[in-house]
T-cell receptor, first 114, second 116 residues
Framework: AQSVTQLDSQVPVFEEAPVELRCNYS??????LFWYVQYPNQGLQLLLK??????LVKGINGFEAEFNKSQTSFHLRKPSVHISDTAEYFC????????????FGQGTRLTINP | GAVVSQHPSRVICKSGTSVKIECRSL??????MFWYRQFPKQSLMLMAT?????????EQGVEKDKFLINHASLTLSTLTVTSAHPEDSSFYIC????????????FGQGTRLTVV
């Protein structure tokens, strides 16, 4: 069975500083990996996804993530954050075929301080 | 991208009553939709898979008689929380994947249910 662990429940960062949100997964089969962002009382918006191919994936809003199979990690990074990046971030792995059933990590609350 | 709409966004109901939440795919057909539940400050947990024209598939530990799912058309799935109790208060989110694009799930805006 698949599982996802987000190592940090909260990450405070100053504006314009770089940030990394950590995600580790476990699965006995090949998976698809995703990062979603959730703003207060809203649904989820896809930031980026890894399906196959290049291990460095670029997403929206300047985010990128690197798939590391040997370390079973899929960490999310941004070189310079903005106040508007304050949100909850979820790492997810597909549970079934494609992107339909998802298993989510616990979430990381990213807080950007001025 | 594809759009999934959920209604209502917020609902408050009295304990013992039933509440229906709708999930619609606005610009694509979805033979399968998914319902998730999110407790405060926690992650999303898959509750069930809604299948158009057939019975829903529930995850382990989810009461199918309490959370009734109906997927009557290719663009609409409904989740009915029956005989709601305060412990059912949560954020419910649906998702759907266009049939031809199976590599991204699109989520609704979510429904905040408060049972008083």
């Amino acid at each position: 069975a698949q599982s996802v662990t987000q190592l940090d429940s909260q990450v405070p960062v100053f504006e314009e500083a770089p940030v990394e949100l950590r995600c580790n997964y476990s699965s006995s089969v090949s998976v698809y990996l995703f990062w979603y962002v959730q703003y207060p009382n809203q649904g989820l918006q896809l930031l980026l996804k890894y399906l196959s191919g290049s291990t460095l994936v670029k997403g929206i809003n300047g985010f990128e993530a690197e798939f590391n199979k040997s370390q079973t990690s899929f960490h999310l990074r941004k070189p310079s954050v903005h106040i508007s990046d304050t949100a909850e971030y979820f790492c997810a792995v597909s549970k079934g075929q494609g992107a339909q059933k998802l298993v989510f990590g616990q979430g990381t609350r990213l807080t950007i301080n001025p | 991208g594809a759009v999934v709409s959920q209604h209502p966004s917020r609902v408050i109901c009295k304990s013992g009553t039933s509440v229906k939440i709708e999930c619609r795919s606005l610009d694509f057909q979805a033979t399968t939709m998914f319902w998730y539940r999110q407790f405060p400050k926690q992650s999303l947990m898959l509750m069930a898979t809604s299948n158009e024209g057939s019975k829903a598939t529930y995850e382990q530990g989810v009461e199918k008689d309490k959370f009734l799912i109906n997927h009557a058309s290719l663009t609409l799935s409904t989740l009915t929380v029956t005989s709601a109790h305060p412990e059912d208060s949560s954020f419910y989110i649906c998702s759907a994947t266009p049939g031809t694009v199976n590599t991204e799930a699109f989520f609704g805006q979510g429904t905040r249910l408060t049972v008083v």
